[in-house]
């Protein structure tokens, strides 16, 4: 079975202050991928980032970065210099590879508020 | 990828009545997933969405409740039967497509159901 954990329900953080979001996951599989979204309070859901479980690389996309390490079973999020926009439901969530266990796995969420 | 049209974006609906949700994608998808967000929670998937056959539900969501059709490798709906207030969600559809080794997934717009 695939379990994602986010520990942290609610984060408020002001303007300009970096931010971790933790995400901790499990899963029998050796080959699967990870993911975060966000949720705006519009409802969609906004892709952010993917990666499979052969690629330990950290990935840096503007104020975006992102950690995985398969030691930890961890994939963590940071927001560098955060801004009021980033205010957000973020989700991690995961994947297997093959059939039913292609289907997407949520953690809990974790509500970021950027205040001013 | 893929581009999703979900409707309806949102409805109200009495108690005791039935809601069908569309979700049509713009190319053929082998696999397409419904989810749930109660208010406040995380999503919940509901089934996998198989073209010509029975959808696959998850525990805790039964065909009676959540018929789901899916005549063809774009199009499915999701039926909410039956409805009470607890039923009050957003819908999401969700498409799984592999592309450059690995899979992806976008999710329609949603649709924001209220039942009075």
């Known amino acids: 079975a695939q379990k994602v954990t986010q520990a942290q329900t609610e984060i408020s953080v002001v303007e300009k202050e970096d931010v971790t979001l933790d995400c901790v996951y499990e899963?029998?599989?050796?080959?699967?991928?990870l993911f975060w979204y966000k949720q705006p309070p519009s409802g969609e859901l906004v892709f952010l980032i993917r990666?499979?479980?052969?690629?330990?690389q950290n990935e840096i996309s503007g104020r975006y970065s992102w950690n995985f390490q398969k030691s930890t079973s961890s994939f963590n999020f940071t927001i560098t210099a955060s801004q009021v926009v980033d205010s957000a439901v973020y989700f991690c969530a995961l994947s297997g590879s093959f059939g039913s266990a292609r289907q997407l796995t949520f953690g809990s969420g974790t509500q970021l508020t950027v205040l001013p | 990828s893929a581009v999703i049209s979900q409707k309806p974006s949102r409805d109200i609906c009495q108690r005791g009545t039935s809601l069908t949700i569309q979700c049509q994608v713009d190319s053929q998808v082998t696999m397409m997933f419904w989810y749930r967000q109660q208010p406040g929670q995380s999503l919940t998937l509901i089934a996998t969405?198989?073209?010509?056959?029975?959808?696959?539900?998850e525990s805790g969501f039964v065909i009676d409740k959540f018929p789901i059709s899916r005549p063809n490798l774009t199009f499915s709906t999701l039926t909410v039967s039956n409805m009470s207030p607890e039923d009050s969600s957003i819908y999401l559809c969700?498409?799984?497509?592999?592309?450059?080794?690995?899979?992806?997934?976008?999710f329609g717009s949603g649709t924001r159901l209220t039942v009075v």
């Open positions: 990666r499979n479980s052969f690629d330990e």
């Open positions: 969700s498409v799984s497509e592999q592309g450059r080794g690995d899979y992806g997934y976008t």
């Open positions: 899963t029998r599989d050796t080959t699967y991928y």
């Open positions: 969405a198989n073209q010509g056959s029975e959808a696959t539900y």
